[in-house]
């Protein structure tokens, strides 16, 4: 896959619309967490510097098509500017009067955040009205914002396409490039950790991988699921039993290619989240308990294939990461992962929060800043926000 680059755009004195990612959490006007602001502030700072005017865009949170002052991105603006060390105008509307009047203002080098995309039901609607009236605030497009690329949004979709001269920003750039090793050419032994709450959203990806890793370690609530296929009790732990059967087949496809399937041996159960830990065989939960994370003996399994392979993915936690009652073991993967000699890729949500609570997130080869876009891409799924961008497209 070839993406047109942003290098390759001519922006001087021209105004640039930049889609970027900074969903990021915000408590009483507060940004919690500015990783995706951090991350997003170099390609702007570029653009910037290159002359452009930078017309910063995002969604923040789920409006639902109108506006909503709890998921403003006015508190991202200063903050924003304070990891490009320069200011942001924050506009206080899309493709209102204060956008047309704000972007035509604005000068060389300048940079501008646009209010958040969802206020507007033409957003997730990907309405023509809405793409066309964002369009035209701008020149050239660049989307630098991985983690929204699978969805089929004005912005990241549509709008783009009324672009002649459009491009991936670098952040997408390198996620592409991550992912495609990962996913066509990784070097072998190739293993793949997968976690979560559920199957469902992943159940494409966990088929793919099963077709394709030498060894698939299964943890999480989806674990549970795929341990009832084996016929072993899982008490009230989170199970899908409607798809069992399909746990079955994951395994069958996996085994028949003789990749190794890794399932807890041992499990920390509680009888409730505010109940303590225990750790008990796999085959020992009780009628009451609920499994909770994985316990030692399983965190060394996954830790000794993760040493013995030369290429890494991992996307989601192998417990109730959030409790740190229940994080050990998510953890423990983490731990693992730095510790690797081979290539190794995080793929976006708790298994980023996981490597930054350890504070290992930089030794890791990649960590991707989109959960689903990165199973997505695994998967084989086309995603709208980067097919747009190839070259040829």
């Not at 920390?268 to 085959?283: D, F, N």
Request: hydrophobic share 50%; net charge neutral; aromatic share 4%.
């Amino acid at each position: 896959m070839a993406l047109r680059s942003m290098d390759s755009l001519a922006v001087e004195g021209r105004r640039v619309l930049l889609r970027l990612d900074l969903n990021v959490p915000i408590k009483s006007g507060a940004v919690l967490d500015d990783t995706r602001v951090r991350e997003a502030a170099p390609t702007a700072r570029a653009l910037a510097e290159r002359g452009a005017v930078v017309v910063a865009c995002s969604h923040l949170g789920r409006a639902k098509g109108k506006p909503d002052p709890a998921l403003s991105l006015a508190p991202v603006a200063p903050v924003l500017a304070g990891h490009l060390g320069r200011p942001v105008q924050f506009v206080p509307d899309t493709v209102g009067e204060a956008a047309r009047r704000a972007v035509p203002a604005a000068k060389p080098g300048d940079v501008l955040l646009l209010e958040n995309l969802r206020f507007d039901a033409g957003e997730e609607g990907n309405s023509p009205d809405f793409c066309a009236k964002l369009a035209a605030l701008a020149d050239v497009y660049v989307n630098d914002a991985f983690g929204t690329a699978h969805r089929a949004h004005a912005s990241t979709a549509g709008v783009a396409a009324l672009f002649r001269e459009r491009a991936a920003g670098p952040l997408m750039v390198r996620e592409i490039a991550a992912l495609t090793r990962v996913r066509d050419h990784p070097e072998r032994p190739f293993a793949a950790i997968v976690g979560g709450a559920k199957i469902a959203g992943k159940l494409e990806t966990l088929k793919v991988l099963a077709e394709r890793a030498d060894a698939v370690a299964v943890v999480g609530g989806m674990a549970n699921t795929f341990l009832l296929a084996h016929g072993t009790a899982i008490g009230t732990s989170l199970v899908e039993k409607d798809l069992v059967d399909t746990a079955k087949g994951i395994l069958a496809a996996a085994a028949g290619r003789g990749a190794k399937v890794v399932l807890p041996s041992d499990v920390v159960v509680a009888a409730s989240l505010e109940a303590p830990g225990r750790t008990v065989a796999a085959s020992g939960v009780g009628a009451d308990d609920m499994i909770l994370d994985i316990g030692p003996e399983s965190r060394a399994r996954i830790a000794s294939l993760v040493a013995g392979a030369r290429t890494v993915f991992w996307n989601g936690p192998a417990g109730v990461f959030e409790r740190p009652a229940f994080a050990a073991g998510t953890l423990a993967i983490a731990r693992a992962l730095a510790d690797s000699h081979g290539f190794t890729v995080v793929g976006g949500g708790e298994s980023v929060a996981a490597v930054q609570q350890a504070g290992v997130a930089s030794k890791l080869s990649h960590v991707s800043t989109g959960g689903g876009a990165s199973l997505e891409f695994l998967a084989g799924d086309v995603l709208p926000g980067v097919a747009v961008l190839e070259e040829g497209a």
